[in-house]
């Protein structure tokens, strides 16, 4: 084995492990943002925004990531240029940048699994805890902030920390539409190096590393909030 | 507004799920400080009665009324709603509601489930409503509990617990709804002995319940419902000594044994 090349690649691949990271945080954030509705009203209603939502996460989970990647990539990518006067504009350098569209790709996944996840988790807190919140009198908005959310957080949190660590290891996808983590740093040494194995051997260490990274956040996070068990 | 004797009062309230009736022409008034009891068999709607009150069900016709102030009511889908969901979510901080199942809130410490309506609902600041907390926790003998989950307590902890819940709002009505059905035998006395020092503090209270010894004796009035309607009602010592209905003679014998 040689490893020569390693020193000199160093840098490159925290650079890597920044941008992996922050694909992961971005698409985890917005996507759970999404989810939350998604996964609501589908248990609340009204029908057509259930219908749409119950639409949305079957699209999404029946169609491979790789080419929900690329169809917003070169598909949505390819639209942009034609508006009028958007090369002038602020948002050019950011539309042209890879980057954006691989989080929108990946938060539109995380939102179609996790938005699954939730209905199930809103359902299944306990009617009676959200009659006894509104029973106190809590607005309809308290009652999801302060009882239904977490309460639904709380029963699937492990389920959740497990679709993040999925997640991160569909992150080396965006390589494909040239945004540079970790693979796609591991690729670029392979090509420059012409060694086969070690690059690889390496990106995989990193990423076992980045689990177990996620896994001890992830624990931490659950017994901060000092859940029961129940 | 007008100034009213009775605390909570129901005027004509039926209830209909699809075109089933459960309750049909109830009205009950209680005055200020009466411990009403509502006894009946199973199905006769007594829960149906008392989640009306506070819109948990919502009723098919009928007003209700706190102090003399009628709740705002519209048709809806299900029955009539809420007209002003302000009033609404007033009328229920009020109404003190305790189930048969606790419904504690399980990710909040048994401190949190009794400051949580006061501080969130009432608006009232962490450190008033904390001390009142504590005392109202080591009222109902729950001292030693404060940072207990709910998953970690009895059945008869937890009771006392959401009954101390409800008493943080300082609510005008306690509605209970067979708080000790789902308790073992050795937990049923202890949540008792809590909701008779309320009954003897002077709180209107309406509760439901098949502890018909305890009815007798910390009630001032007692109803029995059948299928819906008030079959009869009067003091304890009238309707279980001398009751005028054969069905509720029939009722209070069975239960009495
Ligand atoms: N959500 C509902 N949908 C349809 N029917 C209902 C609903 N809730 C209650 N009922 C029916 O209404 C009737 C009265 O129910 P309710 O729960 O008020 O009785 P109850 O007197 O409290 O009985 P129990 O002593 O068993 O608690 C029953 O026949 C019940 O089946
Ligand atoms: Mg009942």
Redesign the interface.
């Known amino acids: 084995m040689v490893w020569d090349w390693l020193p000199e690649y160093a840098p490159r691949f925290v650079e890597g492990i920044s941008i992996t990271l922050q694909l992961l945080g971005l698409s985890i954030f917005f996507g759970m943002m999404l989810a939350i509705p998604i996964g609501l009203v589908q248990v609340t209603g009204p029908w057509p925004l259930a219908w749409l939502a119950r639409a949305f996460c079957t699209v999404i989970r029946g169609t491979p990531l790789l080419i929900q990647l690329w169809l917003i990539y070169y598909g949505l990518g390819s639209l942009f240029p034609f508006i009028p006067g958007i090369r002038e504009s602020m948002f050019w350098p950011i539309l042209r940048d890879a980057f954006p569209y691989a989080v929108f790709a990946f938060t539109l996944s995380v939102a179609g699994y996790e938005g699954e996840i939730m209905r199930g988790a809103f359902k299944g807190v306990?009617k009676?805890?959200l009659?006894?919140?509104?029973?106190?009198?809590?607005?309809p908005f308290?009652v999801l902030r302060?009882?239904w959310l977490?309460?639904a957080l709380?029963n699937v949190f492990p389920t959740l920390a497990g679709e993040f660590i999925l997640t991160l290891k569909a992150t080396p996808l965006a390589a494909t539409i040239t945004v540079f983590e970790v693979y796609g740093i591991g690729t670029i040494v392979r090509q420059e190096t012409y060694r086969i194995y070690e690059p690889l051997l390496f990106v995989a260490a990193i990423y076992v590393f980045l689990t177990i990274c996620l896994v001890v956040f992830f624990r931490f996070l659950e017994n901060r909030r000092a859940?029961?068990?129940? | 507004m007008t100034t009213s004797s009775y605390a909570i009062e129901l005027r004509q309230l039926r209830k209909s799920f699809g075109s089933v009736e459960v309750l049909k022409d109830v009205s009950l008034a209680a005055r200020k400080g009466e411990v009403i009891s509502l006894i009946g068999s199973s199905g006769s709607g007594k829960s149906t009665l008392l989640r009306c009150i506070n819109l948990l069900e919502n009723p098919t016709a009928g007003e209700i009324l706190l102090n003399g102030e009628t709740l705002l009511l519209r048709k809806g889908k299900s029955g009539l709603e809420a007209a002003n969901r302000r009033q609404a979510e007033r009328f229920r901080s009020k109404l003190g509601m305790v189930f048969q199942s606790f419904n504690l809130w399980q990710h909040m410490t048994v401190l949190q489930n009794v400051m949580e309506g006061p501080v969130r609902v009432l608006k009232r600041t962490k450190a008033d409503v904390h001390k009142e907390a504590v005392a109202l926790l080591e009222r109902v003998g729950l001292g030693e509990k404060l940072y207990a989950y709910p998953s970690q307590m009895s059945g008869g902890q937890q009771q006392r617990a959401a009954i101390a819940r409800a008493l943080a709002m300082q609510p005008d009505v306690m509605l209970f709804d067979e708080p000790t059905s789902a308790l073992d035998p050795e937990l049923v006395g202890e949540v008792l002995q809590v909701i008779r020092a309320l009954a003897d503090e002077g709180r209107t209270m309406l509760l439901v319940t098949h502890e018909m010894r305890f009815a007798r004796e910390v009630s001032d009035r007692v109803i029995y419902l059948h299928n819906g309607q008030i079959e009869e009602e009067g003091t304890p010592d009238q309707l279980f000594g001398n009751p005028k209905s054969d069905r509720c003679r029939t009722f209070v014998s069975s239960i009495h044994s």
């Open positions: 306990p009676g805890e009659e006894a919140a509104r029973a106190i009198g809590m607005t308290q302060r009882v977490p309460r709380q859940l029961p068990r129940i």
